[in-house]
């Protein structure tokens, strides 16, 4: 079967690397994330697995046409009634590829026509129809609309989001609280440093712990998903695609399924005991983001031993470690503006200061999403990495404190 899981802009090729992994029978890169062809179990083993992925979703159909007019038609042509059952609910969203854009007049149309083909198909063959649901579809579709890569005209291709949730939601975030990176693309930044996953784990901006909170899934293996596997192993309810058609047909998978579950609970519940003192360092001026830290560390059942937390400005911290350090940290950057704050340009000035002067043998990666922030740090850049922080072009920046 064909998969496609997206993750945010500029690490495609961390993803691949998970990807590899797995040994899938064909991989491809492309813009946003990788197509891969898999059997169902292992796209699902993927699923829980990876850290860096916003989404996976299943191939589920595929039509060639020329223009809006035909869409309908041509979209009538994917067999709907062996996919979905009559009583199901579905919601419709379209992406347009870059190259078409201008061609259509805009993507809620295109998915009105992709539901009227659906529901009618089924009002011919089976007299009854599935429902729309905006807020909780057992089918959240999406069509993607391309240029055919053979014939004139487009490519659409319909794909079933797996989870209907975006995979940054681990569960132990805490509840209204949004943090300024989401828990994906942490984990994908701290795969494109050189982290030993031995060394201590540092992040003197630290807000609610998003860095500390995945560089611990990731220094202990455990998956990203364990909250939700554990509510499952808890018969706490299901996963969505556990009650999608094309998992029920599949008589194969439940039990080797249920079985990768145990064995990612089992894993963690080894884990959380080898924790050791001091593993992470949070700091931040912050009480209340602290606060937040605390609490999702105690909903993961962490032992508090391994979490170290300072209250202090971030250009006053000192290391308070056993070994050496990675730090990687986003700093405050307010709202963008044509002329940077000089507030923030004196904390970057001095946070770099600080980094040069205490931390020395250290590696620090600070994220950047504003040229003048990285100029006034007085420390020389080794490495640079571009990436999308939501619609936010950003940079990784490395710097070696010798």
Same mark, same amino acid.
């Given at each position: 079967m064909n998969?496609?899981?997206?993750c945010p ?7 691949? %690397?998970e990807?590899n992994?797995?040994?899938? @029978?064909?991989v491809?890169?492309?813009r946003?994330g ?14 829980f697995?990876?850290?860096?992925? #916003?989404?996976v979703?299943?191939?589920i159909?595929?039509f060639?046409?020329?223009s809006?007019k ?6 009538? @042509? ?6 979905l059952n009559p009583?199901d609910s579905?919601k419709?969203?379209?992406i347009?590829s =870059? +190259?078409i854009k201008?061609?259509?007049k805009?993507?809620h149309?295109? #998915?009105?026509?992709?539901? !009227?083909?659906?529901v009618?198909?089924?009002?011919? %063959?089976?007299?009854? =129809?599935? #429902? ?9 579709? *999406?069509?993607?609309? +391309?240029?055919?890569?053979s014939?004139?005209?487009? =490519? ?8 209907? *949730?975006?995979?940054?939601k681990? $569960?132990?975030?805490?509840? $209204?609280? &949004?943090?300024?990176?989401?828990e994906?693309?942490a ?6 440093? !050189?982290?030993?996953r ?8 630290c807000g #609610? ?6 560089? *611990?899934?990731l ?7 364990i909250?939700l596997?554990?509510?499952?192993? +808890? ?7 556990e009650?999608?058609k094309?998992?029920q047909?599949?008589k194969?998978?439940?039990?080797p399924?249920?079985?990768?579950f145990k &064995?990612?609970? /089992? ?6 005991q080898n ?5 992470v360092?949070a700091? !931040?001026i912050?009480?209340r983001?602290?606060?937040?830290l605390? &609490?999702?560390? *105690?909903?993961?059942n ?5 979490l ?8 006053m911290f000192t290391p %308070?470690? @056993? ?5 990687i940290?986003?700093?405050p950057y307010?709202?963008r503006l044509? /002329? ?20 020395k ?8 999403q504003?040229? /003048?922030?990285? %100029?006034a740090i007085p ?8 990436f999308f922080?939501?619609?936010? @072009? ?5 710097? !070696?404190?010798?």
């Open positions: 998969f496609f899981a997206s802009r500029g690490i495609e090729e961390v993803l691949l %690397k990807a992994h797995l040994n899938f @029978e064909y491809d890169v492309t946003g990788i197509n891969f062809k898999s059997s169902p179990l292992k796209a699902i083993t993927f699923l697995e990876t850290r860096v992925a #916003s989404r979703f299943k191939e159909g595929s060639h046409f020329t809006d035909d869409l309908y038609k041509s979209a009538r @042509e994917i067999p709907w009634t062996k996919i009583n579905l419709i969203e379209t347009l =870059r +190259e201008r061609n259509f805009n993507s149309f295109i #998915s009105l026509l992709l539901k !009227d083909a659906i009618d198909e089924f009002k011919d %063959k089976a007299g009854k =129809r599935p #429902s729309i649901d905006l807020e909780d579809p057992l089918y959240p579709l *999406t069509l993607r609309i +391309e240029p055919h890569p014939k004139k005209g487009y =490519r659409g291709i319909v794909v079933l989001d797996l989870m209907g *949730t975006p995979l940054f681990r $569960g132990y975030r805490v509840k $209204g609280h &949004e943090a300024p990176i989401k994906n693309l984990s994908g930044l701290l795969l494109l440093t !050189d982290w030993d031995k060394s201590c784990l540092v992040d003197p901006f #609610s712990g998003t860095f500390l909170i995945e560089g *611990t899934f220094r202990h293996q455990i998956s990203p998903l909250l596997i554990k509510k499952r192993i +808890e018969e706490k309810g299901t996963f969505l695609f009650n999608q094309w998992f047909k599949d194969e998978i439940k039990t399924l249920m079985n990768l &064995e990612h609970f /089992a894993h963690y519940q080894n884990a959380i924790f050791q003192v001091g593993e360092v700091n !931040d912050d009480k983001s602290l606060n937040y605390v &609490e999702s560390w *105690t909903t993961l962490f032992p508090r031993k391994a170290r937390i300072e209250n202090v400005n971030a250009t %308070k470690k @056993e070994n050496k350090a990675l730090i940290t986003n700093p307010g709202i044509e /002329a940077p704050d000089k507030n923030l340009l004196k904390l970057y000035h001095d946070f770099g200061e600080n980094l040069r002067t205490k931390w043998g250290d590696v620090a990666y600070i994220v950047s504003d040229p /003048a922030f990285r %100029k420390l020389r850049t080794s490495q640079r990495t571009h922080n939501g619609p936010l @072009e950003c940079s990784l920046l490395r710097y !070696d404190l010798s």
